[in-house]
């Protein structure tokens, strides 16, 4: 099976920008978990969607959103980008919802704001 | 609020020997908990995970232990190998809740 993928892995914007980063679970994966990992904060949770609903969110601002197709595929949107949003962005996936289980992550994509 | 304390940013250790990493939490409500390990530039991969009807589990090399009533867990890897030198990011989750992350310990295995 293919692993998660990630688009795109690098990423230069500028403050007050948009962007929208793109993942592709593993088949048959219908949870998929965004996290902002920066130095000194490890993995912070952003949201996690299951069949199309986001069934968590994290501790951030509006400006962070996302969404999840049909076929589990999800998108993340950060909207007014500022300074502090240059990070790793991670996504990962699995089987079924909650606690439990294995998730698999991407190798994530690399968003730099200037 | 942390909720997920790996205090110890970096610890190194010679090859060979064990390598302890250290996680504390403070939400009792955690019912399960992971370990995951991260090279850079590669997102992390799952190592072993334990859950809270349990104190041990044991896979290969690596052994987690959990101490409920300290809000401890631990991860032993025995014997430390090169490739053991990554960050690992200790995790714990409530049931049918999101998975929180500590920050991470960046285990360095010298020759």
């Known amino acids: 099976k293919a692993g998660v993928t990630q688009t795109p892995r690098y990423l230069i914007k500028t403050r007050g920008q948009q962007v929208t980063l793109s993942c592709s679970p593993i088949?048959?994966?219908?949870?998929v978990s965004w996290y902002q990992q920066t130095p000194g904060q490890g993995l912070q949770f952003l949201f996690e969607?299951?069949?199309?609903?986001?069934?968590n969110k994290g501790n951030f601002p509006g400006r962070f959103s996302g969404r999840q197709f049909s076929n589990s595929r999800s998108e993340m949107n950060v909207s007014t980008l500022e300074l502090g949003d240059s990070a790793l962005y991670l996504c990962?996936?699995?089987?079924?919802?909650?606690?439990?289980?294995?998730?698999?992550f991407g190798p994530g994509t690399r968003l730099t704001v200037t | 609020d942390q909720q997920v304390k790996q205090n110890s940013p970096s610890l190194s250790v010679q090859e060979g020997r064990i390598s302890i990493l250290n996680c504390d939490y403070t939400?009792?409500?955690?019912?399960?908990f992971l370990w995951y390990k991260k090279y850079p530039a590669e997102g992390p991969t799952f190592l072993i995970s334990?859950?809270?009807?349990?104190d041990k589990n044991e896979d290969g090399r690596f052994t987690v232990f959990l101490n409920k009533s300290a809000k401890h867990l631990s991860l032993h890897i025995v014997p430390s190998q090169p490739g053991d030198s990554a960050v690992y990011f200790c995790?714990?989750?409530?049931?049918?809740?999101?998975?929180?992350f500590g920050k991470g310990t960046r285990l360095h295995i010298l020759p």
């Open positions: 088949s048959g994966h219908r949870s």
């Open positions: 969607y299951f069949s199309e609903t986001q069934r």
């Open positions: 995790a714990a989750s409530a049931w049918d809740d999101k998975i929180i």
């Open positions: 990962a996936s699995k089987e079924g919802s909650g606690s439990g289980g294995e998730q698999y």
């Open positions: 334990i859950s809270s009807i349990k």
């Open positions: 939400n009792s409500m955690f019912d399960y």
